[in-house]
């Protein structure tokens, strides 16, 4: 009983060993090339220089945003901080959102310089810049989406 004991260890050892034997080399990465200062400012995402849809299509994700915070603080779902929290992220999305140069360019950099000044009904130019953007969107033949939760009807 105890040779068996001995060679069952044996038996997961060597087959580790044979297993790490016959894996197939690593193929050898290339270093990055070029200024590594010039990539650490590099944009995340490039934008599509004239895709009005992208553009949109992020206005829709900001705004939904918006409308489910509002929404879960009326009611009650999150506090006045956890609110303050996204809304400051939200500002923060708004006024560093790529922009590219399509018909609906012009509208996204209005509301991302309003944004600053507060993304709430109580920010005119913000609201009206929104305005803007839907119509903009709309010419454009792309919409702008915001989605319910379902505890909000949707």
Same mark, same amino acid.
């Given at each position: 009983?105890?040779?068996?004991m ?13 297993a ?16 590594? &200062?010039? %990539? =650490?400012? #590099? +944009? ?5 220089s004239?895709? !009005?849809?992208w553009?949109c ?17 009326e009611?009650g ?7 303050d ?6 500002v923060?999305?708004w006024?560093?959102l790529p ?10 950099r &209005?509301? %991302? =310089?309003? #944004? +600053?000044?507060g993304?709430?009904?109580?920010n005119? !130019?913000?609201?009206?810049?929104i305005?803007?953007?839907?119509s ?6 792309s ?11 949707g």
């Open positions: 009983m105890t040779r068996r001995a060679i069952l260890p044996a038996l997961l050892i060597a087959t580790f060993v044979i790490g034997c016959s894996a197939p080399e690593a193929e050898p990465t290339s270093s990055p090339t070029g200024d590594p &200062e010039s %990539s =650490a400012m #590099a +944009p995340l995402m490039d934008v599509p004239s895709d !009005a849809n553009e299509g992020h206005v829709s994700a900001l705004l939904g945003i918006q409308t489910r915070s509002e929404w879960e603080l009611n779902v999150i506090d006045q901080a956890t609110f929290a996204r809304a400051a992220g939200l923060d999305a006024t560093q922009q590219g140069q399509s018909d609906v360019s012009p509208a996204l &209005e509301a %991302s =310089a309003a #944004a +600053p000044d993304i709430g009904r109580d005119v !130019a913000f609201a009206r810049a305005d803007m953007l839907g903009a969107c709309d010419a454009a033949g919409v702008v989406i915001v989605g319910a939760l379902p505890e909000m009807g």
